[in-house]
């Protein structure tokens, strides 16, 4: 059991960093300055990333993920002011004395080796759950996050295409687009206390009433999306909020980011190949500002986190939470679109086996979906392991996004995860779907 574990969490690691090589060393042959440049002020330049991936790991798993509980020396101290995400913005990062990117790679593997060290001779408590446990596992996550936000950077990235993959499977449960399905209220248990990969903000499991609403049975589409845009939904005032009515106009924005019309159709870039816009898969790289103009424009509205959440997790026959939409089993490839398997989403109705009992669709995968929700902690919060993770952005101008993308990493992919960002953000692997009051 314990060898199992220690298994699983070698294998995760193994695999997060196979996705970062994928994106960085893989494909940038040494010297190549798309390593090393500023791709978008959003983004950072990736050899800044590959490095923050191992100063994390070495932080909390060479330094404090020992045997023995005591602090231990890491692999460099000397690097740790450049790869603090929170003194060094983002369009700032190039201007800094990096590591090369020979280096970065170096000081990555130099971690890793001291990390498996700490996790083959971990110790175990009297629960048999192995000490520090956690933290390999927040750190596998924390990789994990980084491989999707450099994902989103080759999304920026001018040029010929580097990165391929399978086209994602089709659309077998035909018609979703657009239904909706009836969702009864109850009192649920909103978040989990018995997750192990849980981080601080999914903490704890609390009660939840939510009341009767309808839910899209399916992530809003790209055919969906184009007849707001052609029905002059960037233009009319009525269905944005002044927020959102004011970026759209400093921006120039008339429809989602990459989207470009041409003799009558819709073509966008994906990773650098441009192509026709695949009508029936979920919309993607809309702002929050976009999604609830969407919604107001088709008069519904976005769901609150707890009506996402309660969708995913809640199943009425037994009154009980379950980790997923389909059970307690984790994702594979026939349930939910992950792990860039499929540098895309896939067409709606191409995952039966994901579907929530009630028959909602793609909740896991595919796109995030954006809600109306802003970001507070939990009752009973915690900070854990770092007031840095979570808690310096509570009451911010943030939204919350749920369900994952096909860029994240299966550890990740879970129905209590809360991700975040400005509702003005689109360069994310974002979507939405929307509600109704019953
Ligand atoms: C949870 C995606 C908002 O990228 O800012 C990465 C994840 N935190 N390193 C981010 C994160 C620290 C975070 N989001
Ligand atoms: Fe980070």
Redesign the pocket.
């Known amino acids: 059991e314990i060898t199992a574990l220690r298994r699983r969490l070698a294998a995760e690691l193994a695999a997060a960093r196979a996705r970062t090589r994928a994106l960085t060393h893989d494909v940038f042959a040494p010297g190549d300055p798309d390593m090393t440049r500023q791709h978008s002020p959003l983004m950072s330049p990736f050899h800044w990333d590959v490095a923050h991936i191992a100063n994390m790991e070495d932080f909390w798993l060479v330094r404090r993920g020992s045997p023995t509980s005591e602090i231990t020396e890491g692999v460099r101290e000397d690097v740790d002011g450049l790869y603090d995400?929170f003194t060094n913005p983002r369009a700032g990062r190039t201007q800094l004395p990096l590591l090369d990117p020979a280096e970065a790679r170096v000081y990555g593997d130099r971690v890793r080796e001291r990390a498996l060290e700490h996790l083959e001779a971990g110790a175990f408590d009297e629960r048999r759950t192995l000490v520090g446990g956690f933290l390999f596992s927040m750190i596998v996550q924390?990789e994990q996050?980084?491989v999707e936000?450099m994902l989103a950077t080759h999304q920026l990235r001018a040029g010929a295409p580097v990165l391929h993959a399978d086209p994602p499977p089709p659309a077998v449960v035909p018609g979703l687009a657009g239904t909706e399905v009836f969702h009864p209220g109850a009192t649920f248990p909103m978040g989990t206390s018995d997750e192990p990969a849980a981080l601080d903000n999914e903490k704890p499991a609390h009660p939840v009433t939510v009341a009767d609403f309808w839910l899209d049975a399916a992530p809003v589409t790209n055919a969906e999306y184009a007849r707001f845009v052609d029905d002059g939904g960037y233009s009319r005032r009525e269905l944005w909020s002044e927020a959102g009515w004011e970026h759209i106009r400093a921006e120039g924005w008339t429809a989602p980011m990459t989207w470009e019309r041409e003799d009558g159709r819709w073509y966008r870039t994906s990773f650098g190949v441009r192509e026709e816009i695949p009508a029936d898969q979920p919309v993607l790289h809309v702002c929050f500002h976009e999604a609830a103009a969407y919604a107001a424009w088709a008069g519904k509205r976005l769901p609150t986190e707890a009506e996402w959440e309660f969708a995913a997790r809640y199943d009425h026959a037994t009154g009980t939470t379950r980790r997923f939409p389909w059970g307690d089993e984790d994702p594979t490839p026939e349930r939910a679109n992950l792990d860039q398997r499929h540098l895309q989403p896939a067409p709606v109705g191409a995952y039966p086996a994901g579907a929530s009992p009630l028959g909602v669709h793609q909740l896991v995968g595919d796109v995030w979906e954006w809600c109306d929700s802003g970001f507070s902690g939990y009752p009973g919060f915690e900070p854990f392991p770092y007031k840095e993770?979570s808690e310096v952005f509570f009451g911010g101008d943030f939204r919350m996004l749920r369900g994952s993308s096909f860029g994240v990493g299966t550890p990740n992919a879970r129905t209590t995860f809360r991700?975040?960002?400005l509702p003005i953000r689109r360069q994310i692997f974002s979507g939405f779907r929307c509600a109704r009051d019953a």
């Open positions: 995400a924390h996050q980084h936000t993770y991700n975040w960002d």
